[in-house]
C-alpha cells in the first residue's frame, strides 16, 4: 500500500532561523495537503498542492510539489514561537473513494 | 458554522471496560476518518466512511475495535475490553465528498485513558 513518509522527524531551530520539512510518497500523488498541529490541538489544513512542480506561498512558508508528484516539501523562512508545532502532510493517489495517507509529521520546536 | 465534535473530551475508564467515543461531523460532509493519536507520535488511520459505501475498516488494530456511522452523519467509535495500549487520543475528521480533494476538518479529539 501507499506509504508516506516525512524528514526530518524532529528540528530545534533558534528563532529567525528557517526550516524545511520534506515528505516522500512510494506512489505517485494526485495531489497533497499539509496539515499543522499546535501542541495539545488538532491538526488544521494549510494547503493543497495539485499540480506537478507547483509553488505556492503563505506569508513566510513556501510549499511544493516535485515535479515527478512523489514528493514535497514545506519551508517556513526566519521561524517566528508560533511556528512551534507538528507538520504532517498528507498524499492522495487520485482513485475516487481513496483516502489521504498522512506522513508520520515533523515536530518544530523554536528556541527564542 | 459548527465544526467536527467529538464527545466526550476527556474518558478515564478501567482495563476490560467498554467504551464508546461519538462524532458529529460537519453537515453536508460525506467522508468521515477515525484516527488514533499517542503522545508525541503522528496519526494512525483507522477507519474511514465515505458516503453509503462500506467503510474501509483496514486501520483498525484488532477486533476489539468498531465502529458505525448512523444516517450518513454521527459516528461512533467502540472499544470493547479495554487495554492499556488503547490509551490515546482519538481523533475524528470529516470532508466534502472525495477527502482526497477537499481539506479534513479535525475534531477536538477524545482523550482515553485506560487505567
Known amino acids: 500500500g501507499q506509504q508516506v513518509m516525512q524528514i526530518p522527524q524532529y528540528q530545534h531551530v533558534q528563532e529567525g532561523e528557517d526550516f524545511t520539512t520534506y515528505c516522500n510518497s512510494s506512489?505517485?500523488?494526485?495531489?497533497i495537503q499539509w496539515y499543522k498541529q499546535r501542541p495539545g490541538g488538532h491538526p488544521v489544513f494549510l494547503i493543497q498542492l495539485v499540480k506537478s512542480g507547483e509553488v505556492k506561498k503563505q506569508k513566510r512558508l513556501t510549499f511544493q510539489f516535485g515535479e515527478a508528484k512523489k514528493n514535497s516539501s514545506l519551508h517556513i523562512t526566519a521561524t517566528q514561537t508560533t511556528d512551534v508545532g507538528t507538520y504532517f502532510c498528507a498524499g492522495h493517489e487520485g482513485n475516487a473513494g481513496n483516502m489521504l495517507t498522512f506522513g508520520g509529521g515533523t515536530r518544530l520546536m523554536v528556541k527564542p | 458554522g459548527a465544526g467536527v465534535s467529538q464527545s466526550p473530551s476527556n474518558k478515564v475508564t478501567e482495563k476490560g471496560k467498554d467504551v464508546e467515543l461519538r462524532c458529529d461531523p460537519i453537515?453536508?460532509?460525506?467522508?468521515l476518518y477515525w484516527y488514533r493519536q499517542s503522545l508525541g507520535q503522528g496519526l494512525e488511520f483507522l477507519i474511514y466512511f465515505q458516503g453509503n459505501s462500506a467503510p474501509d475498516k483496514s486501520g483498525l488494530p484488532s477486533d476489539r475495535f468498531s465502529a458505525e456511522r448512523t444516517g450518513g452523519s454521527v459516528s461512533t467509535l467502540t472499544i470493547q475490553r479495554t487495554q492499556q495500549e488503547d490509551s490515546a487520543v482519538y481523533l475524528c475528521a470529516s470532508s466534502y465528498r472525495d477527502p482526497g480533494s477537499y481539506e479534513q476538518y479535525f475534531g477536538p479529539g477524545t482523550r482515553l485513558t485506560v487505567t
Open positions: 506512489t505517485t500523488l494526485s495531489n
Open positions: 453537515s453536508g460532509h460525506t467522508a
